[in-house]
RNA sequence: CGGGGCGUGGCGCAGUCUGGUAGCGCGCCUGCUUUGGGAGCAGGAAGUCGGGGGUUCGAAUCCCUCCGCCCCGACCA
């Protein structure tokens, strides 16, 4: 390709509206254009760059025996009544009407659709297992679109499902998928971590997310280096640091102690000197209409997730004040589990076996000192805090520590919600008819772009991986008005392209400054200068990563760039 | 949905407080010079100042209203 003739738009300054850096240089490098919050055009560069990771993505998923398909972005809310989503899942979702008045919606995942095909066509055991996946648009309407492609309202996933006989096969399908997944980020270049995950509104009993750490991620990872104990925030368990100080010993009884305009554990401990951790928390949340109060270690902070699989229940907020009032007599900053009344009491398991600690007393201006949970009240202890830095990991002891990363694969076993809700049902071996057990597996194809960028750039613009980068090689004439530079150029960028090499030709008739600058934007991973050393019969190539060039005659060049290329490829590691 | 910010040629911004008919840098077009790290000179094109309404002799500027975008929170498969 000729530079000269592509719509390249490149830009000098960052663009006000973008803050992470991989939107900033998305935008500068002419990938891409925004249309609206959320939604993104892809220009020449992005379009080369997500094709090249599509097909990392096909050639893993088929190596698997999966089968590509293609279902409609478009649904009937008929296949999403039947598996009951179309009530379950709120505003997340696209919604409309034809012109008839009849429901549609757009697909945010596909496992009613694929299901309601398999419904039609698997009839027995001999047709199992079966992988089936696509590359295809999804739509969620974001309650806020944030950092450029990371989270948008129009993505592409990869998503397969598979079907089973019974767990066995589906743990079968689900290794090879992480085994696949592992390859394919490995190929495109990502420094990733596979961590134990929460399932959401996917249901299932097993899920396991792939993550980029970085820094302009929006999902917390916690991980303990000494074990390798990995796990998303949101599912992850340690043990807590021991409380700041030891509990009084001693049987004392509760006894109240004024804490005028104390609301936050914070200031109750001017009271006591006691430190946040020889406080109790409570917090009052409204659970699928029920009142509760979630009591936690001063110090600790409440996980909704965990809260909500801990109790199972669909709809979970805080109280309001008046309710809390309502509830309990007094505002938010005084109650307490002791005298809570009707309001449901959940522990948790950090305040098993602790002893005379402090809390709410349920009346105005006033504290508890001196309350041992399970004497002076009743509860059931529950894990529902959220892990902190420095907590101890389970297995070695060891502290785990949070890392910010980027989702960019997750994994489901899904088991048989939908296979069940949705009636499919194959006959075995002696007749008799079985539901199969599914999977379900997703890759968010722009992350990989968006991840990438973020792990590999420098001042001067991205570095993208050879394997997923637009262009492997660009080929630069210092000067086009140099017939001679300009004719080498020309024959080199041909006899690459001849020989498999992804290259681009910068005919542009720019200053070789400029050129520079640009390719090294877009991330391009060679450059190959053909310039004043032509007169010696050598071109330079130089590394993008490293910034290390070397010269070679032009006789040579096709070759040795090939092999710099074979040797920078990402390849696919052990699986980890 | 709550809080904050912003909206002026393609991009980045000034001008808004204090009303007087739009400016800077980059980019773009033409010519000449230059040509290995975002060139120089000369000339030029390009803006419903987010939309609508109002106040005023006069509105980018003041008032009302709507829209859009970004950030924080809530939410999130």
């Known amino acids: 390709m000729r530079w000269s003739r592509l719509h390249i738009p490149t830009l000098r300054d960052d663009p006000a509206e973008a803050e992470v850096v991989s939107h900033k240089l998305l935008l500068r490098a002419g990938y891409i254009r925004q249309l609206s919050a959320g939604l993104f055009c892809y220009l020449y560069l992005a379009k080369r760059s997500l094709r090249k990771i599509e097909r990392i993505v096909r050639q893993e998923m088929d190596a698997i025996g999966a089968q590509e398909i293609y279902t409609p972005e478009l649904h009937p809310a008929d296949v999403w009544k039947r598996s009951g989503r179309w009530d379950d899942i709120g505003s997340d979702m696209f919604r409309l009407k034809d012109r008839w ?3 549609l919606c757009l697909g ?7 299901t309601s095909i398999a419904v039609g066509e698997l009839r027995s055991y001999k047709q199992l297992p079966q992988i089936w996946y696509q590359i295809q648009a999804k739509f969620r309407d974001e309650p806020r679109p944030k950092a450029g492609l990371m989270r948008v309202r129009r993505f592409t996933m990869k998503d397969s499902y598979t079907f089973d006989m019974d767990s066995a096969g589906l ?6 998928h992480y085994k696949a997944y592992c390859r394919i980020f490995d190929r495109c270049g990502l420094d990733y971590l596979a961590v134990d995950a929460h399932s959401g509104a996917m249901g299932g009993s097993e899920s396991c997310e792939f993550m980029v750490p970085s820094p302009a991620g929006e999902d917390w990872l916690v991980e303990c280096q000494a074990s390798g104990y990995k796990a998303n925030l949101e599912k992850a368990v340690a043990n807590p640091q021991a409380p700041a100080s030891p509990d009084p010993a001693g049987e004392f ?4 102690f004024h804490t005028p305009g104390a609301k936050t554990i914070e200031e109750v401990s001017r009271f006591d000197d006691l430190p946040p951790s020889s406080h109790i928390k409570a917090l009052v949340m409204v659970l699928d209409g029920d009142p509760h109060m979630v009591l936690l270690r001063g110090d600790h902070q409440l996980s909704e997730t965990k809260l909500a699989s801990e109790t199972g229940c669909r709809e979970l907020r805080p109280a309001h004040p008046e309710e809390i009032e309502g509830w309990l007599g007094v505002g938010a900053g005084f109650v307490g589990p002791v005298g809570a009344g009707k309001v449901t009491l959940l522990a948790d398991t950090a305040l ?9 007393a349920n009346k105005a201006e006033f ?28 297995v070695s002891g060891q502290p785990v520590r949070r890392v910010k990363a980027i989702e960019v694969g997750h994994i489901f076993k899904l088991g048989y919600k939908y296979s069940e809700s949705m009636g499919l049902s194959v006959l075995d071996e002696s007749g008799k008819a079985v539901t199969p057990i599914m999977g379900s597996y997703g890759i968010g194809i722009e992350r990989i772009l968006t991840g990438a960028i973020e792990q590999n750039h420098d001042d001067s613009g991205m570095v993208l991986p050879v394997s997923i980068a637009p262009f492997q090689v660009v080929v630069t004439p210092v000067n086009v008005k140099h017939d001679e530079q300009r004719e080498t150029a020309e024959a080199l960028h041909r006899d690459l392209c001849a020989a498999g090499v992804d290259a681009l030709l910068d005919d542009r008739p720019l200053r070789a400054g400029a050129k520079f600058k640009d390719a090294e934007l877009i991330g391009i991973p060679f450059r190959v200068t053909v310039g004043r050393k032509l007169s010696d019969g050598l071109v330079e190539v130089s590394d993008r990563k490293t910034g290390v060039s070397f010269d070679a005659t032009i006789e040579e060049i096709a070759k040795s760039l090939d092999r710099r ?4 490829m990402p390849i696919a590691k052990a699986v980890r």
């Open 367 to 394: 504290h508890l000192r001196n309350v041992t949970p399970g004497r002076d009240f009743q509860t059931r202890f529950v894990d529902v805090r959220e892990v902190q830095d420095g907590d101890l990991d389970i």
């Open 108 to 114: 945010m995942t596909e496992e009613e659709v694929v």
């Open 101 to 103: 008045g009849r429901e």
């Open 253 to 256: 009884v509760p006894e109240e």
């Open 565 to 568: 290329i074979i040797e920078a």
């Open 352 to 360: 098993k076996d602790r002893r005379n600690m402090i809390c709410g």
């Open 171 to 176: 743990d079968a399908a689900y290794a090879q």
